[in-house]
């Protein structure tokens, strides 16, 4: 069941949030049962053998989330790591087989010639998103972060409905005291918050995110086919699905965090205005925050921390700031990041552009850390250089991830290789005749840059408006989550911080008449815009 449904928004959520206070009144331990229910029937609602698939995966962790808790007060260490292991591995091959095994078999068609084929497969909804929040579960169990739970617990904290199909991706002791805390009854202040946060995101979906999308698929399309992509149709291409994905996972990031708060849970925040980052590593601590953490935590940080051990072991340096050998930069920090970015694309899709995406961004994100290092021998003072490098490394930045993004969009190689070409104009500069009557004294001067006359296209001048739009929007207004600062919508970022340097339009929601006119506006706007042709972005991931 979409977010974006008629079914989910008159429907799902209206019976489950009452139903939910009305068994609350009288027992907690009712509600909590009806919300499990409710959110396995919001998981079966599209495919019900959905719920058979990731059942056995959801007892099989739970049972060795519980042997390792009571080796781990049992104080057999190496007994919990092989647990660890085999549940990890586990995780890993029950996504691998149902997510990768197609890719895998496509795979070694292309490299050995053969013509194998495997029945199609699948996908369980979220198996990405609910894998990696099983891992971290395991982890933290073993850690000693956990100290208990029961069944009924653990079967909350995996099929919490909000962010079941596309995360965030939470922590089992960020969300577990929160629904021991909350009184799971009906509370106005919080109902608010969480409607203003679900319609602001559904906002962002169907009315922004599905606006632009016809506009870029059908450039991509054309690209997919081999025609060849001209330089101002390919930039649009490129800006248009960046803008197109970040609303639409932005907006359904606003949506669930909103939903979860009608629950009386606070979830992580997922956005924090990535468009404006001025390096990719500020990029990375914007976008996509829970996944970032994640992969920060589980995969980055202890691989970089084997690596640190075995140099130091051999008596060789690690990473210590400006003083950094080549060496110690390459192994701990480079590859590391590599590998992590990697990770992350393979997780994002099975497919080559994802993987190439994925390594795209650990080089990016290398060069970054390399020009930190360099800057902080060669360049020691900092305040000429924020004020000299600061324009030109956001530009710089936003380039990069647009680039990137081709290959997130495309579906192989060679489409994206031919988006790209046209973005770098190797096949030439072209715009609709009447978009260059439109440029006026500006006409003769495209034309001696060589502008070609390209076929009639009504959607040439739209798709040059909504990308300005969006840009503005993105660039220059502060996010949901900033408006509602005040109301707390979110943890995990300073919601006040980029304020100080962001968007001069400082909005502020409160519980009065006007915000209550403004929501209900943007909620009709937005209602009236549902049954369309959509599908969030990261459904299927």
Known sequence: MLFNS?????????????????LGSRSKSLAIGWLILASLAFYAWWRPLNVALIAPSILINYALARLLLRLGAGQKPAAARAVLVVGIAFNVMFLGYFKYANFLVRAVNDVAGTGY????????????????????????????????????????????????IAGPIVHYREVMPQFQAAPCRFDGSAVAVGL?????????????????????????????GGHPITMLYAWMAAIGFTLQIY?????????????????????????????????????????????????????????????????????LKGVSGRNTPPGAFVTVLMLPTLFTMGISGLWHGAGYTFIFWGFLHGIFLSINHLWILLTRRYWPNHQRYDFLINSASFML???????????FKSDTMTSAWNVLAGMIGRHGIAMPEATMVHLGHFAGLAKALVVQIAPPDVHFGALAR?????????????????????????????????YKHGPALHLRWSMSFVWLLAVTVTTVVAVLHLGGVSEFLYWQF
């Not at 008159?10 to 139903?19: D, K, N, S």
């Not at 930045?397 to 290959?407: D, G, H, K, Q």
């Not at 220059?476 to 989550?481: A, D, E, G």
């Open 397 to 407: 930045t936003f380039v990069a991830v647009v680039s990137a993004m081709v290959f």
């Open 466 to 498: 909504w990308i300005a739009g969006l840009l503005a929007v993105a660039w220059f207004c502060p996010n949901t989550l900033q408006i509602l600062s005040a109301a707390t919508p979110a943890t995990g970022v300073d919601l006040q911080q980029p």
């Open 247 to 315: 609303f639409d996972f932005s907006g359904y990031s606003d949506m669930a965090i909103g939903i979860a708060r009608l629950f009386g849970v606070t979830l992580p925040a997922n956005f924090n205005s990535p468009l404006r980052a001025n390096s990719i590593i500020d990029f990375w601590l914007r976008w996509h925050l829970t996944l970032t953490r994640f992969l920060t935590a589980y995969i980055y940080n202890p691989l970089s921390l084997w690596l640190t051990r075995r140099r130091m072991a051999k008596g």
């Open 196 to 224: 203003t946060l679900f319609f602001a995101g559904l906002f962002k979906k169907v009315v922004l995110a599905d606006g632009i999308s016809p506009m870029v698929s059908s450039i991509y399309a054309d690209a997919a």
């Open 6 to 22: 008629y079914e989910f928004v008159f429907f799902f959520l209206p019976i489950t949030a009452i139903a939910f206070y009305m």
């Open 117 to 164: 084929v495997l029945d199609h497969i699948i996908l369980p909804l979220g198996i990405s998103f609910i894998t990696f929040q099983k891992i971290a579960f395991l982890v933290d169990v073993a850690a000693g972060r956990v100290k208990e739970f029961t069944l009924r617990d653990y079967c909350l904290f995996v099929l919490f409905f909000p962010q079941l």
